[in-house]
């Protein structure tokens, strides 16, 4: 089985500031590793994903995410927020068999203005 | 581009009653889940569906929940007899591989 841990519930930051939101797994097979992003009432929308290949993974809106096997790291990264990233950002796992989604309880980001 | 939809967006019902939530899965998907999240926790799996048949469920997935793709577009989540613990945002998902396309979900409020 897999697990993910969201360490920050909650992270304020300045505006054009940059930011990591932090993810760690735990899976004894190898794992997909995804983050979504929830905007006040909507719905799951994929920012970036990683499969396999290159560590380091570019997303949508200006996201990065680095896949760190000996940590089992997953941590988003951007240079520089903007107000509109004010958002949910869940951390999800799953195994290459088009298996469920195992999601981490979520990081809300706050932006300052 | 192509997307997962949704009906409705929200669902309001009484103890004990039944609901249908409908998605509309992407047309050339083969892959299918539910899930639910309770307002303010984390997304959880409930179901995945693949070749007209459950692949998966979870605990939560008891005998007071069914899914149906009754005619090929359609994918289905039938809760027989709901309780207040129901309450939460549903999302039905699909994929054709790693990555899964999530609908906007459905409200489910139970009185």
Redesign the interface.
Known sequence: AQSVTQLDSQVPVFEEAPVELRCNYSSSVSV?L?W?VQYPN?????LL?Y?SGSTLVKGINGFEAEFNKSQTSFHLRKPSVHISDTAEY?C?V?T?R?????????TRLTIIP | EPEVTQTPSHQVTQMGQEVILRCVPISNHL?F?W?RQILG?????LV?F?NNEIS?K?EIFDDQFSVERPDGSNFTLKIRSTKLEDSAMY?C?S?L?????????TRLTVL
């Open positions: 997909y995804f979504y909507q719905g799951l929308q994929l994903k499969l869940f999800a799953s290459p088009y298996e469920k989604l195992t999601f981490g309880t979520g | 892959y889940y899930y926790q984390k997304v959880e799996f995945s693949y998966e979870s999302f998902a994929s591989g790693s990555e899964q396309f999530f609908g906007p979900g």
